[in-house]
């Protein structure tokens, strides 16, 4: 290392780049923070639907569970820099939060502007060197250590450099995945990318039909080859192409997955997943003593979304305009099946541009959980999306993307420094 440069150069300015530069600069480094885009912080401005989940209030050892994506990688990046940690931070810096149900956790203001405004007075105030609209080409290096960076607009001397390009996701924001080609050209491994936190295609025609339709309190559970399965209950909402919501993007990633691998993937919805069979056939006969003198399209109003009504009934094979006294045994069984076994063909994902976080990325194998150092070239650090890492949704990713900027940062000032 040249003892004389004590530059860190950040790629990047999402969640982890704008806090890896601002601590960095903190720790009395000199540090350039290169951006694409005319702005920071695009893709944290459309996070927990333009109110910024910044993370999750529960207990930190949970976060693992919460990242299918190499969770353990980050044991030690989240015991240096926690969310109760990062909490703290920006309560420091003046922003107010608060935790709404599942704990996420969002601004006050319930603005993600707010926090790209606090990240740009944090920047200015550090002595941050902004460089908007200047994307990075190549990094450098020499005798198998960082030297440099190149941009659109010249060369960079510097001692060390964190990627923290992001994903492949939302190009808009500026994440097309330069960072993996950079990383590559270096010799780091990029596993296979694919979408996770992504709704599902189906091709059941019933999904158009009821598209916007959304529902409560429902579960949803998704096989593979007969072998797999996995399931969550939640909230869902169906589009013109197949399934989106919460509990769809949580199972989605293991969706991705099997698809990836060649795996044919089905579904099904249970409407009543708190009434077991016997309980639902009795709610049913209620329902339809209730309304025994109308058409069995107007019976299941109490039991059904409206919309949903004629697509079950279909299902069971039960006429619409059926007479609620002529259902006989055998359709009442198809109903109660309908209700809790409604079935959805998943035919794949939307394309990963649309995807909230990217799955794979550059292998954690080849980098130093303690500091996020690459083991094959000195002085380049990594931290966020880049990396082979990602979680559920709830604020677990923008937790990741903190923890591994603020080590990278950490651990980045203190080598340029000699400490």
């Not at 940690?85 to 810096?93: I, P, S, T």
């Not at 502007?113 to 740009?120: A, D, K």
């Not at 649309?354 to 794979?360: P, Q, Y």
Request: proline share 4%; charged share 20%.
């Amino acid at each position: 290392m040249n003892s004389e440069n004590k530059t860190i150069a950040v790629i990047g300015a999402g969640v982890a780049g704008l806090l890896a530069a601002v601590h960095a600069a903190e720790l009395g480094a000199e540090v350039h923070l290169f951006e694409k885009m005319d702005r920071v912080g695009l893709k944290m401005g459309i996070t927990g639907k333009g109110r910024c989940n910044l993370t999750n209030s529960a207990p930190i050892e949970e976060f693992i569970g919460k990242t299918p994506g190499n969770g353990k990688f980050l044991y030690s990046a989240y015991r240096q820099f926690s969310n109760t940690d990062l909490l703290e931070l920006l309560r420091r810096w003046g922003m107010e939060t608060v935790a709404e149900r599942g704990g996420r956790v969002f601004p006050k203001s319930e603005d993600a502007q707010e926090v790209r405004r606090l990240f740009m007075r944090k920047i200015e105030e550090t002595g941050v060197h902004l460089h908007l609209s200047d994307p990075v080409h190549h990094i450098l290096t020499e005798d198998g250590r960082v030297s440099a960076v190149e941009t659109s607009r010249g060369t960079l001397p510097a001692a060390a450099c964190i990627l923290a390009t992001g994903g492949k996701s939302y190009p808009r924001t500026g994440s097309t995945g330069d960072g993996y080609r950079m990383a590559a050209e270096l010799g780091h491994k990029v596993t296979a990318l694919r979408p996770a936190l992504i709704p599902l295609v189906c091709a059941n025609a019933y999904c158009k039909e009821l598209q916007g339709l959304s529902l409560r309190n429902v579960a949803l559970t998704v096989s593979a080859g007969g072998r797999r399965k996995a399931a969550l209950q939640g909230e869902m909402i169906f589009t013109h192409f197949g399934i989106s919501g919460p509990i769809v993007l949580s199972l989605s990633d293991q969706v991705s997955l099997w698809l990836s691998q060649g795996h044919e993937v089905s579904g099904e919805i249970d409407m009543k997943p708190a009434l077991s069979e016997e309980v639902l056939d009795k709610r049913i006969l209620r329902d339809l003593a209730k309304f025994h003198l109308k058409q069995m399209r107007n019976a299941l109003q109490d039991l059904l979304p409206h919309r949903m009504i004629d697509v079950i009934l279909r299902m069971s094979d039960i006429p619409p305009e059926l007479p609620v006294a002529e259902l006989t045994r055998h359709q009442r069984a198809n109903l109660r099946y309908a209700i809790k076994h409604m079935p959805l063909a998943v035919t794949g994902t939307r394309p990963i541009e649309e995807a909230i976080v990217t799955a794979g990325g550059v292998s954690v194998k080849e980098i130093q959980s303690s500091t996020m150092e690459s083991k094959l070239v000195g002085g380049l650090y990594l931290a966020g999306e880049v990396m082979d890492v990602h979680a559920f949704t709830g604020g677990y990713n923008l937790q990741a993307a903190f923890s591994t900027g603020w080590v990278a940062a950490e651990s980045a000032a203190a080598a340029v420094q000699g400490r």
